[in-house]
């Protein structure tokens, strides 16, 4: 059989980073209409103490997938791999080395918003580090998520694609045992 290809519905950066002059956070700035997401953790900026940090949240099409299962497209349960691609985009900033990035199940629902500032953060609103969509704060900042469907990939050089087995994870958005929020991506 060959393979199937599904694309996120919807993706956004929320990021708790510190805005230009280091003196007040971004976490209200949404990144949902930007044509790349980010993943990072940048310690000491501010302050010796300082810990800045963004996340990704992706959404993907369940329904499309049950639809392509029933029509034949996609192979039973137990018979077929789900996988997360994610390319790395080429860039001039400095690229860390050996390091995890977790990858968990939402468990809130989210907006994507229309965001573009990843420098200055100010697009505001939808989903960003405080709010899961306007009106509606996350439980947690930064996020809520179900950990116990966690699972970590490893990067050895920092400019590694990220490509990921998310099948178990995948199958019980399916099976309707989880409730399909989406994914957050974090280090």
Do not use: C
């Not at 007040?24 to 993943?39: F, L």
């Not at 994610?86 to 990035?101: E, G």
């Not at 907006?111 to 697009?123: A, N, P, Q, R």
């Amino acid at each position: 059989m060959a393979i199937k290809r599904f694309t996120a519905i919807k993706d956004n950066t929320i990021t708790n980073a510190f805005r230009a002059g280091n003196s007040t956070r971004g976490t209200s700035a949404n990144m949902g209409a930007s044509d790349i997401v980010e993943v990072f953790s940048i310690y000491a900026q501010a302050s010796t103490s300082s810990l800045e940090q963004s996340r990704i949240l992706l959404d993907f099409p369940i329904d499309k997938i049950i639809e392509a299962r029933s029509q034949g497209e996609i192979l039973p349960s137990g018979s077929v791999s789900f996988r997360l691609k994610m390319f790395n985009a080429p860039h001039s900033q400095t690229t860390p080395n050996s390091f995890s990035i977790s990858l968990s199940p939402v468990s809130s629902s989210w907006s994507e918003g229309s965001g573009l500032d990843m420098e200055e953060y100010s697009d505001l609103g939808s989903s960003n580090w405080l709010s899961s969509s306007i009106g509606s704060a996350w439980t947690n900042p930064g996020g809520d998520y179900i950990s116990d469907y966690t699972s970590h990939v490893f990067f050895d050089t920092g400019l590694e694609d990220l490509d990921v087995d998310v099948t178990s994870l995948v199958e019980s958005w399916i099976d309707n045992t989880l409730y399909n929020k989406g994914l957050i991506l974090k280090l």
